[in-house]
C-alpha cells in the first residue's frame, strides 16, 4: 500500500488509460477523484469495490470556474491533494495544409490548457502540504512528431516544456512534476487504426506489440510513490522501445 491515504485526481478517469491510472492508485491504497466530461460513475463504483473512497466530478478541464470548483469540492472531501494526474486528451487529426483552426484549438485547449488550469489549481494545497506529485500524460507523439497530427504533437510536446518549468518552479516545496509519454496503448483513441496501420506501427517497436492501458499506469504509480521522490522534471517513455534518447 504504497498510496494509503493519498488523495488523488484522475482527469479523463471514465474510461482508456485515465481510468486504468485510477484503479491502479486506488489498488495502491489511494481515494481518487475522476474528473472527466463523461460520467465517472463506473471508475467509482470499481475503486469502492477496492475498499477505498472515490467522487466522480462532470468538468470540462478547459473552463477555470469548473476546475476550480472541482478542486474546492475535493478538498471539502478529504481536505488534500496529493496527486495529479492530467490525462484528459483529445485528437482532431489533418494534415496542416486543411487542419481548421478549431481543430487545432480544441486540441490545444484539452491537452495542454486543460493540464495548466488544473496544476494551478491544486499548487496552493500542495505547496501549502510541502508535498505533491503532478503527472501529465504526454505522447510520444509529442518526442517523435507524427505526420496529420500537428496539433497533437504540439501540445504534448509542450506538455513536456510545461512540465520542466513547473518542476523547476516547484521542487524546493517537496512537490514533483513528471511527464508519462506513452507509444501506442490499446484504447478508444487507437482503436480507430486499421489492422494494416496498426501492423506499420508495430513494426516500428522494438518489443513487437502494443501497451495496454495498465502499463502506463504502473508507471503513473511508480512516479506517485515514496520510491519516486527524487524524480523531477523528467519524461518515461512507455512505448516498447519506440523512442530511445
Ligand atoms: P480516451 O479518448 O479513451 O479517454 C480520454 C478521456 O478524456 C475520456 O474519458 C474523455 O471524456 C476525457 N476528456 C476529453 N476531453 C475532456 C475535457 N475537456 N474535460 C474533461 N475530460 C475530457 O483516450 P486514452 O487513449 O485513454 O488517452 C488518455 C491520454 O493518453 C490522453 O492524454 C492521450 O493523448 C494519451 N495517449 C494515448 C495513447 C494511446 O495510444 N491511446 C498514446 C499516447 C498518449
Not at 97 to 123: C, H, I, P, T, Y
Not at 183 to 188: A, E, H, K, Q, V
Amino acid at each position: 500500500m504504497r498510496l494509503a491515504n493519498k488523495v488523488a485526481i484522475v482527469t479523463g478517469g471514465a474510461r482508456g488509460i485515465g481510468q486504468a491510472i485510477a484503479l491502479h492508485l486506488a489498488e495502491a491504497g489511494a481515494h481518487v477523484a475522476i474528473c472527466d466530461v463523461q460520467s465517472g460513475i463506473e471508475t467509482v463504483a470499481r475503486i469502492e469495490e477496492l475498499g477505498r473512497t472515490a467522487l466522480a466530478l462532470q468538468v470540462d478541464i478547459t473552463r477555470e470556474s469548473q476546475v476550480k470548483d472541482a478542486v474546492e469540492q475535493i478538498m471539502a472531501k478529504w481536505g488534500r491533494i496529493d496527486i495529479l494526474v492530467n490525462n484528459a486528451g483529445i485528437t482532431r487529426d489533418g494534415l496542416l495544409l486543411r487542419m481548421k483552426e478549431s481543430d487545432w484549438d480544441a486540441v490545444l485547449d484539452v491537452n495542454l490548457k486543460g493540464a495548466f488550469l488544473f496544476s494551478q489549481a491544486v499548487l496552493r494545497p500542495m505547496l501549502k502540504q510541502r508535498e505533491g506529485r503532478i503527472i501529465n500524460i504526454a505522447s510520444v507523439v509529442g518526442l517523435m512528431g507524427n505526420p496529420g497530427q500537428a496539433n497533437y504533437a504540439a501540445s504534448k510536446a509542450g506538455l513536456i516544456g510545461f512540465s520542466k518549468s513547473l518542476a523547476r518552479e516547484v521542487a524546493s516545496r517537496g512537490v514533483t512534476v513528471n511527464c508519462i509519454a506513452p507509444g501506442f496503448i490499446i484504447s478508444d483513441m487507437t482503436d480507430v487504426l486499421t489492422e494494416e496501420q496498426k501492423k506499420v506501427l508495430m513494426d516500428q517497436v522494438p518489443l513487437g506489440d502494443m501497451g495496454l492501458p495498465k502499463d502506463v499506469a504502473s508507471a503513473v504509480a511508480f512516479l506517485a510513490s515514496p520510491d519516486a521522490r527524487y524524480i523531477t522534471g523528467q519524461t518515461v517513455n512507455v512505448d516498447g522501445g519506440l523512442v530511445m534518447d
